[in-house]
């Protein structure tokens, strides 16, 4: 159903309670952000109940000399009562913008603790991947998908659904879906997302990608829609309301699934799991896994930045050509390929070219690589002989730095240098073995 916004009556021409002046104020923030508008007016409506007062009357109490140490009594007793820093001085800034915008321009000045200081997200952790996994288990589909595009994709809740449930992601929005009388299948994975600038906290244009385990995800639910009878289109909302819940409230209602709706579905889904974080924390595991294949060489910072929808380097060259190459956002969809292994909680299935990566890694750790030498090297597209030469280069170091320590032989006489007080390492392409002299 519609919201309501108390402060409706004061924006509404013919209410009783009509101010013209407010609501220039509002249409005025509006503009800019219908969040912040929404906001703001809330926050100035309770400081006025909090001072018992009224808009209007406060841009004449604005004029007084005594108004700032009316101003610090409030703040001073927000503080008293334990609210939180961050949020004293948020509830603050309407007060100033209702003033500023009224020509009245005062100085407060006035010191509030911890105002820069979020408490609750500064104690609040990351997920763990089994801890996703088990809140991803305890969603319901449709949750399931907005945990996989916040987790996955790093998507914003109001790029799902915006604010007014007005405009939605759209699987028009998902390049390569194709819709088919029994639900959708992409032609490319890890397939890419665009998000519109109406949907973009920044109001950028961008795009991001999302893998096997979130199109899953997605299949799943689209599909059961389709058993439900819905006739899906490129216009379909990848999210869509749930048709118990669109009692229409006389003849308005919201056209798609709106912010809060989307919050409400994963923080459910959190707390069925056992948990208490905020939704935004599943954006938060995007950007720290991020950060780890930012490390390893996996991905660059610039195209991280913009996967993520800031702005930077790259988003200034897609916003100004409306198009990157090709052979670029190819490049950017296997880098972010190479971050799934920090992102997706499921298992990849098991297929000979997994088998094979698999069988490189441990040979690459028996002869001395390091880990996180080995997230960068591409195993993918490199040649047998390459790989054979990565092998002979790390053993012939070996060989340099240990002496007689350690040892290439045939795997015939493994036995023999067992005998002679040396340990197995690993088995050669060539056929060779790799021993080492036991300590």
């Known amino acids: 159903m519609t919201r309501e916004p108390k402060y409706k009556k004061y924006i509404t021409e013919g209410s009783p309670d009509f101010n013209l002046q407010l609501k220039r104020w509002y249409e005025n923030l509006k503009a800019h952000s219908v969040i912040t508008a929404d906001t703001y007016f809330r926050h100035l409506l309770l400081w006025c109940e909090r001072d018992n007062t009224n808009p209007t009357e406060l841009l004449e109490l604005a004029r007084r000399d005594d108004f700032r140490y009316r101003v610090m009594d409030i703040i001073r007793k927000f503080e008293a009562e334990g609210r939180a820093g961050s949020y004293i001085s948020y509830v603050e800034k309407p007060l100033i913008s ?77 390049e390569g879906v194709k819709i088919s009388s ?51 289109t490129v216009n379909s909302p990848v999210l869509q309301l749930d048709p118990k819940g669109e009692k229409k409230r006389g003849k308005e209602r919201n056209e798609h699934l709106r912010t809060a709706l989307v919050a409400r579905d994963i ?73 799934l292994k920090f992102l997706e909680t499921r298992i990849s299935e098991v297929s000979e070219d997994n088998a094979k990566l698999f069988l490189q890694q441990q040979l690459l750790s028996a002869v001395g690589y390091k880990q996180e030498e080995i997230d960068k090297i591409d195993l993918t597209n490199i040649s047998n002989e390459d790989f054979q030469q990565l092998l002979r280069d790390k053993v012939a170091g070996a060989m340099t730095e240990n002496g007689a320590k350690q040892k290439v032989i045939p795997v015939k006489d493994v036995e023999k240098y067992i005998q002679e007080g040396y340990d197995f390492e690993a088995v050669l392409p060539n056929g060779k073995a790799v021993m080492r002299l036991r300590f």
Request: one cysteine or more.
């Open 98 to 174: 209702w003033l500023k915008f009224n020509g009245v321009n005062v100085k407060l000045s006035i010191n509030i603790k911890d105002e820069n200081r979020n408490i609750r997200s500064e104690n609040e952790r990351v997920p763990s991947k089994e801890e996703l996994g088990k809140i991803l288990r305890m969603a319901t589909p449709r949750a399931r998908v907005s945990i996989s595009l916040m987790a996955y994709s790093g998507l914003r809740p109001e790029a799902l659904g915006d604010y007014e449930g007005t405009d939605c992601l759209r699987l028009s929005d998902i």
């Open 267 to 339: 923080k459910k889904a959190i707390v069925n799991a056992g948990f208490n974080w905020r939704p935004y924390v599943l954006r938060a595991y995007f950007s720290t896994a991020l950060d780890i294949a930012e490390s390893k060489g996996l991905i660059s910072h610039p195209w991280r930045q913009f996967i993520m929808g800031h702005k930077g380097d790259i988003e200034a060259r897609y916003s100004t050509n409306k198009r990157l190459p090709p052979d670029m956002i190819e490049e950017m969809r296997e880098s972010y390929k190479k971050c």
């Open 182 to 232: 029994t639900g959708v299948e992409f032609e490319k994975i890890p397939a890419k997302i665009r998000i519109r600038s109406n949907l973009s906290k920044a109001r950028n244009e961008y795009f991001t990608f999302l893998g096997k385990e979130g199109l899953d995800y997605l299949a799943e639910y689209l599909g059961k829609r389709v058993l439900e009878e819905e006739k899906l």
